[in-house]
């Protein structure tokens, strides 16, 4: 019989498998990155539909079966999907979650996990902090987290504004006023930072420009 684990985890990334299955990776507080199948899921009555799609913040119970995890039930914690309401907000939540995506492996990094979960709370909750802004000081911290980055040191407005979310809290975010498109290009520069040094495409930042 699978022992079951149970996870605190936001739902970064998932693809259709087969007719009714999917495959989602989930940014776990407990262990990082997993792989797991939650079945049946694309049924018209599927219980676990709330659960199976990114953004998803919820416990999950999961059975290792095979080459990955399978979430046998799953409790919401708190639902975060208000972020795809407003279209610049669901942007910026996405390149995040696709940061955290390639960023993280299957070592811990609750730290990593608790900035993950503040920053989308400070999309959905605070309209006074520029969405793309909230996005580049998350990104500045999972390249930290994993000893990447360091001090922007160029003259152009997007790397001063990096340097400035350097030394900058999310809540202090909110008393940092920039033109849309200089945050946008502080967001891609820092996506591409990403892609640097974790040698994977952050997808979702294409549509910045």
Do not use: W
Request: with cysteine; charged share 25%.
């Amino acid at each position: 019989m699978s022992e079951i684990q149970c996870v605190t985890a936001i739902l970064t990334k998932a693809e259709d498998v087969g007719e009714n299955d999917r495959l989602v990776r989930l940014f776990t507080m407990e262990g990082g990155m997993l792989r797991a199948k939650i079945r049946g899921v694309k049924k018209p009555k599927a219980k676990l539909k709330f659960a199976a799609q990114p953004f998803a913040f919820c416990k999950y119970d999961l059975a290792k079966r095979g080459a990955y995890y399978t979430v046998t039930s799953a409790t919401q914690i708190e639902s975060l999907f208000a972020v795809t309401y407003d279209e610049k907000k669901y942007l910026a939540g996405c390149v995040m979650l696709e940061i955290s995506d390639v960023a993280v492996d299957e070592i811990k990094c609750p730290e990593l996990f608790v900035k993950l979960l503040k920053a989308l709370k400070t999309l959905i909750y605070d309209d006074t902090a520029n969405p793309y802004l909230v996005a580049a000081k998350y990104a500045i911290a999972a390249l930290a987290e994993q000893g990447y980055g360091g001090a922007y040191t160029g003259k152009s407005s997007a790397e001063k504004l990096l340097e400035t979310l350097r030394h900058t809290a999310l809540v202090g975010l909110k008393d940092i006023t920039c033109d849309d498109n200089v945050a946008a290009n502080a967001l891609k520069r820092a996506a591409n930072d990403c892609e640097y040094y974790f040698d994977k495409r952050i997808i979702s930042a294409d549509k910045l420009l």
